[in-house]
């Protein structure tokens, strides 16, 4: 993805976050320059990556296979120092968009529609030894609602609806065509981009950039190191 790109939906996403009235926390107004100043008082921004990801699973193709976050909270399993069992995050996907289907081997975490359009699911149950997809009916797990649905089938979350998703659930999930965008929330276990997301087909979790402006807000994986 082009620097250009990364900003100009960093802008969108801060736009439309305002109009939802979802206000972020101080760190993410935080500039290049700024952050080249911070020391270790912000180490658990920077161990557990927490801020701005922007990404297109390394395929180049942002419009149709592409997701904008922000991690707001998260524990780090790899590191004892920090003691959070759980992560938070806020997402926006916009219609023509994919969030492509994958499944966590340790992470449960809910999915929650916060405004916007409606989001459309599918599920699959993975097979634990081969980790491919079953044909078998998937349980949902739904506002405190318990039924199954057979694999692949459109499950669709409103505004203010959600989903408890288990590890080994296949998941992936695109905006309803009509509604435009939605903007979701996820409240789950510690994230781990780096080993936890096993992808249907091989993706990257994080975008190659080409930098053709200065950075308006760097990414969760950007962040210098502290300054002493």
């Given at each position: 993805m082009?620097?250009?790109?990364?900003n100009a939906h960093i802008k969108e996403f801060e736009a439309l976050l305002k109009k939802h009235c979802f206000a972020l926390p101080p760190f993410l107004s935080f500039t290049p320059e700024?952050?080249?100043?911070?020391?270790?008082?912000?180490?658990?921004?920077?161990?557990?990556?927490?801020?701005?990801?922007?990404?297109d699973y390394g395929e180049g193709n942002f419009a149709k296979k592409g997701l904008y976050l922000i991690t707001l909270r998260n524990g780090n399993?790899?590191?004892k120092k920090y003691t959070k069992t759980y992560a938070e995050k806020i997402m926006m996907l916009k219609e023509g968009q994919v969030s492509p289907n994958h499944f966590h081997w340790h992470k449960m975490e809910d999915i929650i529609n916060r405004g916007g359009?409606?989001?459309?699911f599918?599920?699959?149950n993975a097979d634990r030894?081969?980790?491919q997809p079953l044909n078998t009916d998937v349980k949902i797990f739904r506002d405190g609602r318990e039924y199954f649905v057979p694999a692949g089938s459109d499950v669709i979350l409103k505004?203010?609806?959600?989903?408890?998703l288990y590890p080994y659930y296949y998941h992936e999930f695109i905006i309803q065509p009509g509604t435009e965008y939605a903007i979701i929330g996820e409240v789950s276990m510690c994230n781990d981009d780096n080993t936890d997301n096993r992808f249907y087909e091989p993706l990257g979790?994080?975008?190659?950039?080409?930098?053709?402006?200065k950075p308006y807000r760097l990414l969760c994986t950007e962040y210098p190191a502290a300054k002493d």
């Open positions: 082009k620097r250009s790109e990364i700024e952050w080249a100043e911070k020391g270790h008082e912000y180490d658990e921004i920077r161990d557990n990556a927490l801020g701005w990801d922007i990404t399993v790899h590191n359009g409606n989001v459309l599918r599920l699959w030894t081969t980790e505004p203010g609806e959600s989903l408890s979790r994080f975008p190659t950039i080409e930098e053709d402006e």
